[in-house]
């Protein structure tokens, strides 16, 4: 080691030698930046690297060994044959090319055989080079050093790839890079120890060395030129990816419309000062925000309105956002935003000027649109600690401010909003009972006051909570119907009923009630024909229960979706008839096959006379109208006795069979206690009391 380093001072010109070494360590610095993004692309573009990475490998073995070569002291006069020099570059290029090509293959076999290529092709690139100097004398070859130049060569090289392909340590391309100037650089002085001339015959003029260094300065022109040519590609690459990656990254975190952080970037921020809040011991207020009316603006004014009413918005917020503020649009109308409270009033500063941004009047096409808002605000750590606790308290005072007249921000009161987040767990779990079929239907029987006759069932729903226990239809149906849950209920529900009347080894009819939302849906008819098609239940056995409230809304619509049902061989009965407004005109203008007494009348019958005219008048109602009359709730044997002496077709309630699951059904049918009789009205009334 120390022949080789005292040969390198003392035989070199150390100025080309520095050159030679700029040259070496530059170009291999970008020759691996070259190769990495060669690695992490693929195509035409993983080729188009490896060629830029070739030809800087190439240039940077050759300029060096030529520049070294000619601060090399021969003492000896010489002449190149630049036929053997461009011999030598062609070996660098096809070399180099060989190698990162074996090398860019991202496997560890791979990269150790790449690299040796490449060393093999600087020994081969150097001797050939040597050959190229043509000196008067005798050349003598230490083939200890011979061996040993291309050993180090291959050795650095192949560690050079190999760190670069499969390595994860820090700067790993930078390391690369300095081995693989070691194997150049070790390469070239190690062979030249191994390489010694006697002169042929004494008083030979000395070369012209200024000549030679013009020569040398003009290869490391040329080389460092094609290296940087490489080096500037990288740097352009490098500008346009971080370009790249920066408008995704803004598009990702920013809303496109207005403009102002999204749902992303809220709650990337939120976690941040959530962070730094339970550090410092700071309060957090956590603000959530709805537009007024904008569903009524889209549809009066168009969604372009819409967006401009968005983006003035979101262009006044942008003037909030602060180190303390922070806002962001989550989508649609929703925004939300996080105020890091300095002192007392500052949150009420910051409210005000949200309110004024809000508010403000925004100037569209024709008009001056006054926007409205509802913001709900919750405080860290007061109303709760985790983020998802914080907005769902936020939203619930939203909800709060959205539902009231006057107040239009409410902070969380968890005495008010508790209520609130019950109804919305009970509608998520109700969700996911109907999806999971978790609910279940019961059956009541209906029964001919005259004859004792079975003639149907209806379906009553029934929902066991996991936790709470039984759950009265009279607070889960209302509730779906203001979630939207009211249709999957409503089909389930169709759907469970003629399966199960499917199951009966008889003709019982089973009725299924239907709610005005439901019978508002265009697609109600073809539902119903889809069920029954599915579950093989003839039209004649179902029966759809309405109230005149469903009617109401769009008569004529009404009027053609009943005919649509009726065709199709399905019953309609009208439920609860007495307790609106308009039953004459409506028994008159809708073709019912039932009408259903509601039990208000029932129970009064024992005690009022009224109830006693008002259901003989509703009884001789139907009668005129040839419609059968079904009393709901009959829970006594003197309000069953009653209906009979008025001249009652059928009734249901506790008295007569109190609701069962389908398995008790099916169970009481085997038994007989459903078979169908034509007794006395005395036989009836003894079955009733069994059942």
């Not at 990702?252 to 403009?259: E, H, K, M, V």
């Not at 249901?652 to 069962?660: E, K, N, S, T, V």
Request: proline letters at 3%.
């Amino acid at each position: 080691m120390m022949t080789v380093i005292h040969h390198a001072a003392h035989d070199h010109n150390m100025w080309l030698v520095l050159l030679a070494t700029l040259v070496c360590v530059g170009g291999a610095w970008w020759v691996f930046r070259l190769f990495a993004r060669a690695t992490v692309t693929t195509g035409l573009q993983r080729n188009a690297w490896l060629l830029l990475t070739t030809i800087a490998g190439g240039a940077t073995m050759w300029c060096t060994h030529f520049i070294a070569m000619i601060g090399y002291q021969f003492h000896l006069p010489f002449k190149l044959n630049p036929l053997l020099a461009v011999l030598a570059l062609a070996i660098a290029m096809a070399g180099a090319g060989a190698g990162v090509w074996v090398a860019g293959r991202r496997s560890p076999v791979g990269a150790f055989a790449g690299g040796a290529i490449v060393g093999l092709t600087i020994a081969a690139m150097h001797y050939t080079g040597m050959l190229a100097y043509h000196l008067y004398g005798t050349i003598v070859w230490d083939m200890n050093y011979l061996i040993a130049s291309v050993l180090l060569s291959a050795a650095f090289a192949a560690a050079a790839t190999r760190i670069a392909v499969v390595g994860t340590m820090p700067h790993q391309h930078t390391i690369a890079g300095a081995l693989f100037a070691l194997a150049i650089i070790a390469m070239h002085f190690t062979g030249m120890v191994a390489f010694r001339v006697e002169p042929a015959f004494n008083g030979i003029p000395a070369p012209n060395t200024q000549a030679l260094v013009v020569l040398a300065l003009g290869i490391a022109s040329v080389g460092l030129t094609v290296v940087a040519t490489g080096g500037a590609s990288y740097m352009i690459d490098a500008r346009t990816r971080a370009d790249t990656f920066e408008r995704i990254r803004h598009l990702a975190f920013n809303d496109s419309l207005t403009g102002l952080p999204n749902r992303a970037s809220f709650h990337e921020h939120l976690g941040r000062e959530l962070s730094r809040a339970h550090c410092d011991g700071a309060e957090l207020a956590i603000v959530c925000i709805d537009l007024d009316r904008f569903k009524e603006l889209n549809d009066v004014n168009g969604h372009a309105a819409g967006d401009t009413v968005l983006q003035t918005v979101g262009e006044r917020m942008q003037s909030l956002l602060s180190e303390d503020n922070f806002v962001a649009r989550l989508g649609g109308d929703e925004f939300a935003a996080v105020h890091r409270l300095r002192e007392e009033q500052s949150l009420s500063r910051f409210l005000e000027n949200l309110w004024f941004a809000l508010t403000g009047p925004v100037q569209l096409d024709s008009h001056s649109y006054l926007p409205g808002a509802s913001i709900g605000v919750a405080n860290y750590p007061r109303d709760a600690a985790a983020a998802e606790a914080l907005l769902n308290n936020a939203d619930l005072a939203l909800y709060r401010a959205k539902s009231g007249r006057m107040e239009k921000i409410c902070f969380y009161e968890a005495a008010v909003d508790d209520a609130v987040r019950i109804r919305r767990a009970l509608a998520n779990d109700l969700r996911e009972a109907i999806a999971g079929d978790l609910l279940e239907v019961h059956y009541q029987v209906q029964t001919s006051i005259i004859t004792g006759e079975t003639k149907g069932f209806e379906a009553l729903l029934r929902w066991n909570h996991p936790t709470r226990g039984a759950i009265s239809p009279a607070e889960f149906v209302p509730l779906a119907e203001r979630k939207g849950l009211i249709l999957q209920l409503g089909e389930w529900v169709l759907r469970r009923a003629c399966t199960d009347a499917r199951s009966w080894n008889n003709d019982y009819s089973v009725a299924v009630n239907c709610s005005p939302l439901q019978f508002a849906h265009a697609d109600l008819p073809r539902l119903v024909m889809s069920i029954l098609v599915e579950t093989g239940l003839p039209p004649r056995r179902l029966e759809l229960e309405l109230t005149e409230s469903a009617i109401f809304a769009d008569r004529e619509r009404a009027l053609r979706q009943l005919h649509q049902i009726k065709a199709l061989g399905v019953s309609i009965a009208l439920d609860d008839f007495g307790t609106g407004y308009s039953s004459l005109d409506v028994l008159r203008s809708f073709p019912f096959d039932r009408i259903k007494l509601d039990a208000s009348f029932v129970r009064e019958l024992e005690k009022s006379p009224q109830a006693v005219a008002m259901v003989r008048a509703i009884l001789a109602l139907g009668k005129s109208l040839d419609i059968p009359v079904l009393a709901e709730g009959v829970e006594t044997r003197g309000q069953l006795m009653l209906l009979q002496q008025q001249g009652c077709d059928e009734a249901q309630g506790f008295l007569l069979g109190r609701p069962a699951g389908l398995a008790e059904v099916l169970k009481r049918m085997a038994h007989g206690i459903f078979a169908s009789r034509d007794d006395s009205a005395d036989t009836s009334l003894r079955n009733s009391d069994a059942a």
